[in-house]
């Protein structure tokens, strides 16, 4: 029978960048002679090797053996954990993902280099350890014969390895013909007799052309356990056999029993535990365990649970009904519907919550990558930089860990590239040689905050100005808050250094930063103080896939507001609205103006020619910053929401983040804020209500 | 067929074994390290172990330990897949108790064999 190993392939690569990144950060991390770490690293390597043979990655088989036997001598302390060493560890912890990444891509590797390092590791490993990998090549040549006879005394313990004498008589069997003779000698008296030992000898004529190394093979398991001896059948011993055995040899020792060509394969007491036992015991507890599962299930099962929800609160819904209109004689089913309707509701909620928290992984997934890229990056621009890493084990939904690495990535490489001086600089403004950059990590309401600082030069804020001037982004006489002005590091087709670094510089600004997060549903923001440094401030929704959200209704239909972005929701009092330039109405909420949206007109769906807002609510939103008054008739209530795709299931639509399925079943759609700040600008309102305009509202 | 338990903290090269023993008709129970093995084991009855040695939390060796102390494991066949084919290495695992090794990389042809010189 044949089986495809490919299709395990993906998995093996997989978890084999999941080792060469545990390596990785623990090779960076290694002081001293870490028993526990080199461990992990020599596992890590270990599997990537087992694996690489079996899934028919040879070369990378091969050249991690290198590394592993390297990584051997670490961990029983014949080698300690030289920078060069590391260096080097590290270089092949480039090359095997490097020929891992091509064996994926199918692309080309650097030969040239894996073979320098492959070269080094050699060399490092000194003559005479090709050797040692080679312990089988022990029982001679091949010896061919018509037949064998074999003398096979085993231990009597051999039963408690789990080696049954017929199974290995079976393996013979295929070989050829057998004949087996039983030897009882050995057999003490019964009330001495353990019946679980073996007190059996055997001896077996094997017929036909099996080579001495095949008959040799079926005990190779218990060669350790028993006396053996194979030797060539004689031609003329034919038929004789049967008789002449059992006595031709006798019983315990019987090396020297017979003349001839007789080989003793092993005769080795089973007590040889080597030294390296000891040290690889205590194995540490770091590693978190966890499961990989197909996202493509887990998506499913959402589903499921979004579907589950769905029930649940139609289910609600007909009980509030009945609640309505039930007679005094089904009281009882009525509470029992409620109860069961709890209960339901209780599970749904759990089930849910178990379900979502498949999906979190701790953001050290994100963060790993960091250690060796500070590392490198700062060694490339000749700036010492200390990272610091806290919250890794906050957790955040799959989907947005994958989206928000290369935002982050171009965050941190920014710090390390603009913010953090040189040394000498550094001096001399009195700060400590080594620059830090902090990356940090927490929950804050639903959603997950991770912070960049460093404690650099600060953001430049007349150069930014300046430039903004230049590609008027701003108007020069325009009177700008600093927040506002770092703000603009952020605008399309901005960038501040002098000249295009190749560490910074790659096309990829500020803006798409933003934008990317912006699409995560998120924002960043940006605080800095001259000489002290900068913080950018990155807000996430912890995940994509349920929503709290606020029930509205504008003119009939039903919209959901995300609760997150929601700061108040009031009433409207007629003498706080007021109209900007006969074109725009605002609100006046203690002290701020806040432009009023009209979100039918807003979205099309049929704007209403007179606009009362005497019985009006208003939903004050909030994102990024600026604050929006939308204009609804009716709050019904908070739940939460499972998003559905417009694009998938629609079209993407402006102004939109998605849409659900209510309890009745009918679909609401849900708002972006941001967006809807968007649509607004475009459609002709100014969202930016500034203190000094305020003015001429009032 | 027989009831297997596959033991490796590697879950590609367990879902093979796992996939290749299933094929040919095998129940196999999987378990990522030797102490999820240890109480898989315990849970229930299997005809045969195949281990990999170096794992997290508890190792192969320390689980064919652990394993033959049991009545019911006195006499499981426990086969260590190891990547070690040094003597020394085997020895340590035969000690412990081990019934034999299956040598990585092996491909599922020889995994089957070797799983039917076991299972008889």
């Known amino acids: 029978m044949s089986i495809d190993v490919s299709q395990f392939v993906q998995t093996f690569l997989e978890e084999s960048f999941e080792g060469l990144d545990v390596m990785e950060a623990q090779l960076l991390d290694l002081q001293g002679d870490d028993v526990e770490a080199v461990n992990t690293i020599f596992r890590a390597a270990h599997s990537i090797k087992g694996g690489a043979g079996t899934f028919g990655f040879a070369a990378v088989g091969e050249f991690t053996h290198g590394v592993e036997t390297l990584l051997d001598e670490m961990r029983s302390g014949h080698r300690s954990a030289t920078p060069e060493l590391v260096k080097l560890l590290l270089e092949s912890v480039d090359c095997i993902r490097e020929m891992l990444q091509a064996a994926r891509d199918g692309a080309e590797v650097d030969a040239a280099r894996i073979a320098t390092v492959g070269a080094a590791i050699e060399a490092s490993l000194g003559k005479g350890e090709a050797a040692s990998a080679d312990g089988e090549a022990a029982h001679g040549e091949v010896n061919v014969s018509s037949g064998w006879h074999i003398r096979f005394v085993p231990e009597p313990e051999v039963l408690r390895t789990g080696n049954d004498p017929l199974r290995l008589f079976a393996a013979l069997e295929e070989l050829g013909p057998l004949q087996v003779q039983c030897d009882l000698d050995r057999l003490p008296p019964f009330a001495d007799m353990d019946a679980e030992a073996c007190w059996l000898a055997w001896d077996l004529r094997l017929e036909g052309d099996a080579s001495r190394e095949a008959v040799a093979e079926v005990f190779e398991w218990v060669e350790d356990q028993c006396e053996l001896l194979i030797e060539p059948l004689r031609e003329d011993e034919g038929a004789g056999a049967e008789e002449d055995a059992p006595e031709s040899v006798s019983p315990p020792p019987v090396s020297g029993a017979t003349s001839g060509t007789p080989v003793p394969i092993a005769s080795v007491p089973g007590s040889a535990v080597p030294a390296s036992a000891a040290s690889a015991k205590s194995r540490p507890a770091t590693e978190s365990s966890s499961i990989r599962v197909n996202i493509d299930k887990i998506d499913a099962l959402i589903n499921m649970v979004g579907e589950l929800v769905i029930t649940q609160s139609m289910l609600s819904q007909v009980g509030e009904r009945l609640e309505g209109s039930a007679g005094a004689d089904n009281l009882p089913c009525l509470e029992k519907l409620l109860e069961g309707l709890a209960q339901l509701e209780r599970n749904t909620r759990e089930l849910q919550e178990s379900v979502m928290g498949i999906r979190m992984l701790p953001i050290s997934f994100a963060f790993n990558r960091f250690p060796r890229m500070v590392h490198d990056l700062g060694a490339k621009l000749g700036k010492q930089v200390q990272l610091k890493l806290s919250g890794e084990q906050t957790e955040l939904d799959k989907t947005v860990m994958e989206k928000i690495g290369d935002p982050l990535v171009h965050l941190v490489r920014n710090s390390i590239d603009h913010g953090i001086e040189t040394p000498e600089v550094r001096v001399a403004a009195g700060k400590p040689a080594a620059g830090e950059v902090h990356l940090n990590a927490f929950h804050k309401g639903g959603n997950i905050v991770i912070q960049i600082s460093d404690d650099g030069a600060g953001l430049n804020r007349d150069r930014i100005l300046n430039k903004a001037v230049e590609r008027g982004l701003v108007a020069p006489d325009q009177v700008l808050s600093d927040e506002q002005i770092h703000d603009l590091i952020f605008a399309p087709g901005f960038s501040t250094a002098e000249q295009v670094s190749d560490v910074s510089g790659r096309g990829v600004g500020m803006d798409v930063v933003r934008k990317n997060i912006k699409a995560l549903g998120g924002s960043v923001e940006v605080q800095s103080r001259p000489g002290e440094g900068s913080t950018f401030t990155i807000r996430l929704p912890l995940t994509l896939a349920i929503l709290d959200g606020q029930l509205v209704e504008v003119d009939g239909e039903r919209y959901v507001v995300p609760l997150i972005s929601i700061v108040e929701s009031i009433q409207v009092r007629p003498e706080f609205v007021k109209s900007v330039a006969e074109r725009r109405l605002v609100y006046r909420l203690r002290d701020e103006y806040i432009p009023i949206l009209f979100l039918d007109a807003l979205l099309g769906a049929g704007a209403r020619p007179e606009r009362q807002l005497t019985d009006s609510l208003l939903v004050v939103v909030e994102a990024e910053g600026q604050k929006l008054a939308l204009v609804v008739d009716d709050l019904l209530g908070q739940q939460q929401v499972v998003i559905k795709a417009l694009e998938t299931n629609f079209r993407r639509v402006e102004g939109l983040s998605g849409a659900t399925i209510l309890g009745d079943g009918t679909v609401a759609l849900i708002l972006d804020v941001s967006g809807l700040m968007t649509l607004d600008k475009q459609a002709g309102g100014q969202p930016g209500w500034r203190p000094s305009r305020e003015h001429e509202a009032a | ?120």
Do not use: C
């Open chain 2, 1 to 120: 067929m027989a009831k297997i338990l596959a033991v490796d903290d590697s879950t590609s090269l367990r879902q093979m074994v796992a996939f290749t023993l299933k094929q040919a008709g095998h129940e196999v129970v999987e378990a990522s390290d030797g102490r999820d093995a240890l109480q898989k084991a315990k849970g229930g009855r299997v005809d045969l172990v195949l281990s990999d040695v170096n794992m997290p939390g508890m190792d192969g060796i320390s689980l064919v330990k652990e394993l033959r102390t049991l009545p019911s494991y006195k006499f499981t066949p426990i086969l260590m897949l190891t990547t070690e084919s040094s003597p020394e290495k085997k020895q340590e695992g035969k000690a412990a108790g081990a019934t034999g090794w299956i040598v990585k990389p092996f491909s599922p042809d020889q995994l089957l064999a070797t799983v039917k010189r076991v299972l008889g």
